[in-house]
């Protein structure tokens, strides 16, 4: 199911001031919140799909908290024709507000911002340029060795970790003991 945020039919009225706009995105994102709360099916999942401009009211300090709790309870959310700094504030406010560990993916030059925002940026070379390669963690050559990157070295720099915690501990256990 889709919940979709934007200005486009307020646009067609000139008259309106930005406070009108302001108040319908407000109102586009309580009503997807309250679709979510209100859902029968327990494994419906739910895509938010949202455009620059709406996200640029949802991006205000009296509203963003708002547009988090529904980003979150959905399964994916689509920003069509955002700027490269609105992609690097989604990124910030996803991290400083759930407090978990984000993964930024990107293409080209406009995807810096969101590489450089990101705790972990993954940066594809390809026809745009070198630039998110430049910025980012790791560099990957095409989309289709994501899953490599993502499952087979992920998996083995978390056995790594987990190894030299164990080692850590041990280290300092024979030492104090010494």
């Known amino acids: 199911k889709q919940i979709c945020i934007s200005t486009t039919q307020m646009e067609e009225s000139a008259n309106d001031s930005k406070e009108a706009i302001k108040e319908n995105v407000l109102l586009q994102i309580t009503n997807g919140s309250q679709m979510i709360k209100f859902e029968k099916d327990p494994h419906a999942a739910f895509a938010l799909i949202i455009d620059g401009k709406g996200l640029t009211y949802a991006l205000e300090d009296d509203m963003k908290f708002q ?37 930024a993916i990107g293409d080209g030059a406009n995807d810096v911002g969101m590489i450089q925002e990101a705790d972990i940026g993954v940066g594809i070379s390809g026809c745009e340029g070198m630039q998110a390669v430049m910025a980012s963690d790791f560099a990957v050559a095409q989309f289709r060795f994501l899953e490599r ?30």
Do not use: D
């Open 67 to 103: 547009f988090l709790s529904l980003a979150v309870e959905c399964a994916s959310v689509i920003c069509c024709r955002v700027s490269p700094k609105q992609k690097a504030l989604v990124t910030r406010l996803v991290k400083e507000g759930t407090g978990r560990t984000t993964l």
């Open 149 to 178: 990157l993502l499952l087979v070295h992920g998996h083995w720099c978390y056995k790594r970790i987990a190894h030299m915690i164990c080692y850590f501990f041990y280290k300092n256990i024979v030492f104090g003991l010494t």
